[in-house]
């Protein structure tokens, strides 16, 4: 019992110290393929290069964040703008970098993003069977407030739609 409590302990540090080393910063257009390689590893539609390239470059109601470890594109988020709401359209983390904080870090930047363009609550959609993501969102003040039916084409799955209030 005691080698399992050093073990756990030795485990948790060391994801607090790479949790410390996550780099976030805005997206460059060099930075798109390793995008679409974390789209493509965790959705069964993804985006598209030119769908990323507007979202990101052309449209000004955006904003996108990209996560990095040591020079490796390991996440990435973004959200609309829209009225005094922010609406997250993405948040993805690579495969082999789930369960490390990533996407907690992620989503956090994005809600003081959200802050400073004057967003005074946040709206996102996510699979009803994503329980990981759904507990995150609740542990940063997200309420589930609704259901939308057959919202993902690939196996029509409802997505739950949650809200964070008062950013």
Known sequence: ???????LKMIEKRMADRRMRIAMSDI??????DILTIEN?????PWSF????????VHTDTCYKIAK???ETVGYGG????????????????????REGIGERILCTLIEEARKTGADRM???????????????E??????????????????EDALIMRKHDL
């Open 139 to 156: 542990k940063h003040g997200f309420k589930a407030e609704g259901i939308c039916k057959k919202y993902y084409s690939d196996n029509n």
């Open 50 to 57: 030119y769908m990323f390239y507007i979202d990101i470059f």
């Open 41 to 45: 590893e965790n959705f069964t539609n």
């Open 79 to 98: 959200f609309y703008f829209v009225m005094n709401e922010a609406h997250v359209c993405n948040i993805a983390v690579r495969k082999t970098h789930r």
């Open 1 to 7: 019992m005691r080698k399992i409590k050093e073990n």
């Open 28 to 33: 460059a257009v060099t930075d798109l393929h």
């Open 69 to 71: 470890i040591d020079g």
């Open 123 to 137: 709206t996102l959609e996510v699979r009803v069977s994503n329980a990981p993501a759904i507990g995150m969102y």
